[in-house]
């Protein structure tokens, strides 16, 4: 079985200051990897992915995020968040070609 | 191609009434999932169609939840008989065979049950 928590509803940060999204997994089969970003009444756009290669994973918009497994953590960070940085952040886990479990999500809000 | 598209947009419906959502995944992916998201949740896995296998319905919610997908192209969701506690986005994604697994997602149908 998969399980996702992401730590924080929501979060806010200052534009420029560093963004941090919390995610730990559990999972009991090598894990599949996924941060998806949902913009206000719009689907979800791919951000990152870890598939078992570099355990440091760059995605669009300057985000990444580090894959620790003796901490089965998978954390969103950025360095400098952006007013457009502002959306809802959904962690998610797969065993592959299984469907995707999803985090709660993280609201992140930027302050200007 | 053109990314995963999804159809009606919105749709009301009253209590009791069936309702039909569409899916149009990219061209040549062989896997298909429907999820739904109520307000404020994450996402629940619903059905999950790959290839000519039987579908995943692990994540039905009741009996009045059922989808159809024709070969690797078009899926239809069928909500029988709704109830106010379906009001949700439902979305679908897609996947290609090979790759590194990810899913890309529609931008979903907005369901809502008066």
Known sequence: ?112 | GAGVSQSPSNKVTEKGKDVELRCDPISGHTALYWYRQRLGQGLEFLIYFQGNSAPDKSGLPSDRFSAERTGESVSTLTIQRTQQEDSAVYLCASRSAGGTYEQYFGPGTRLTVT
């Open chain 1, 1 to 112: 079985a998969q399980s996702v928590t992401q730590l924080g509803s929501h979060v806010s940060v200052s534009e420029g200051a560093l963004v941090l999204l919390r995610c730990n997994y559990s999972s009991s089969v090598p894990p599949y990897l996924f941060w998806y970003v949902q913009y206000p009444n719009q689907g979800l756009q791919l951000l990152l992915k870890y598939t078992s290669a570099a355990t440091l994973v760059k995605g669009i918009n300057g985000f990444e995020a580090e894959f620790k497994k003796s901490e089965t953590s998978f954390h969103l960070t950025k360095p400098s968040a952006h007013m457009s940085d502002a959306a809802e952040y959904f962690c998610a886990v797969s065993a592959g070609n299984t469907p995707l479990v999803f985090g709660k999500g993280t609201r992140l809000s930027v302050i200007a």
